[in-house]
C-alpha cells in the first residue's frame, strides 16, 4: 500500500476537530485513507451508495446516537445532505457530554455539495482536507514518466500495462460523464460534456475563453461558464488565477485552466502511451501542468499558486506567494538543457523574487545563472514540503 502525505494531518485533524471532511475525485484513495485510519481509532464505517448501510440511516438520530463513542465514517456524503443537521445536533450534543473531536469522517467527491450543506450546518465544527491522486512524493518508487503519462489515479498509474491503464481512465471518464456529473447539477448532455472536457485537454495549460468555448461548444457563454464551474467544482479542473500587483503594467487577467490529473489529459486526447506523448502537439503544456499541479500539491498550507504574465512578454508559469509575502518564481521546461527566455527574466525584474527555479526532467540541481536554480521536480516537491 502507498502511505497517503495527507494522513498525519488527517489525524491531527480528527484529534482537534468533531467533524473532518476529505474531498477530492472519486478513486483517488480518500476510502482506503479513511479505513487505514479508521482501523488504528476503531471506527465504524458506513457506504452510502450502499443500499444496506443507507437503510441503517433510516433514523439516523437513533442509529448515530448509538454509535456516539465511535468515530463514524459516512463515505461519499453528498448522497445524503439531509444528514447534515442530524450531524450538527448530534456534534453539539456529544460536546455537552465531554466529546470534542473525532467524532466523523466525511468523504466526498465534489467540493460544491458538500461545501453547500457544511457552510449551512456545520460552520464551526468541521474542517476540510483534499486528498487528490497520488503525487510525485508518494511515488518515489516509480519512475515519475510513468505517474506523467498515467496520472496519480492508483487504479491507473498501478496497472499490469499501458492499455489497462488507458482503458481504466477512459471507462473513468465515461463514469463521470454518465453517473456522476448527473448527480452534482442539471442535466448535461454527456456527449456535449465530453466534447468541453476535450476541447479543454486540447488547450491544457492555455488562457481561458469563455466565449471561444462557447462558440465551439454552441451554447451561450453562461452555460459554458456553469459547465466550467462544474468540472472545478468536482475537482477534475483547476483554475490558476493571474498574480495582480501594482507595477503600472499592464497584466493578464483571465486564469489558466487545465485538467488536474495528465492522465485524464492523455485519454481525452487518444494518446496511449509515452512515445506516442513525445510526439503529441500537447507534450510540453501537459508537463507544465503535471509539474504545476504537483508543486500545488507539495506546498504547505497557506502557500497560494498563482502565475505572472504582462501584455509585454513577461511572465512565470507558477508563482508561489508565501503568507509573508516571499515570492518563488518557478518556470518549468521539458528539456535537458533548460534555457531562460528573455520574458523570465523580465518578470523576475518586475517581481523581484526571493527565490527562482527551473524544473526540468534531469536529475541534477545546478545553477543555471547566479539566483536561479536548475532542479527536478520530486527535490523542489520536497523543499516545499520541508
Known sequence: MISRRLAPRLMEALSDSPAVAVLGPRQSGKTTLALEVGEKMGALYLDLESESDRAKLAQPELYLADHAD????LDEVHRAPGLFPVLRGLIDQNR?????????????SASLDLLKQSGETLAGRIAYLELGPLDALETLHLPLDDLWVRGGFPESLLARDEPRSLRWRQ??????????????????A??????????????????????????????DAKTATSYLDLLVDLLLLRRL?????????????SPKIFVRDSGLVHALLGIPNRETLLSHPVLGQSWECFV?????????????PHFYRTSGGAEI?????????????????RSLAPKLERGFHAACTDLNPDRKFVVYPGNERYRVKEGIEAIPLRELAKLLQG
Not at 488562457?207 to 454552441?218: D, K
Not at 500539491?297 to 502557500?303: D, I, L, N, R, T
Open 171 to 188: 471507462d473513468f471518464i465515461r463514469t463521470y460523464l454518465e453517473r456522476d456529473i448527473p448527480q452534482f447539477g442539471p442535466r448535461i
Open 190 to 219: 454527456a456527449e456535449t460534456l465530453r466534447r468541453y472536457w476535450t476541447m479543454l485537454a486540447h488547450h491544457q495549460g492555455g488562457l481561458l475563453n469563455t466565449a471561444q468555448f462557447a462558440r465551439n461548444l454552441g451554447v
Open 317 to 333: 508559469d507558477l508563482l508561489l506567494v508565501w503568507p509573508d509575502n516571499t515570492l518563488w518564481a518557478i518556470e518549468i521546461k
Open 96 to 108: 455537552r457530554a465531554g466529546r470534542r473531536s473525532g467524532q466523523f469522517l466525511l468523504l466526498g
Open 292 to 304: 504545476i499541479e504537483n508543486l500545488i500539491a507539495a506546498a504547505p498550507e497557506g502557500a497560494e
Open 70 to 73: 465511535r468515530l463514524v465514517i
Open 241 to 253: 488565477t493571474p498574480w495582480h500587483v501594482n507595477l503600472g503594467k499592464r497584466l493578464v487577467k
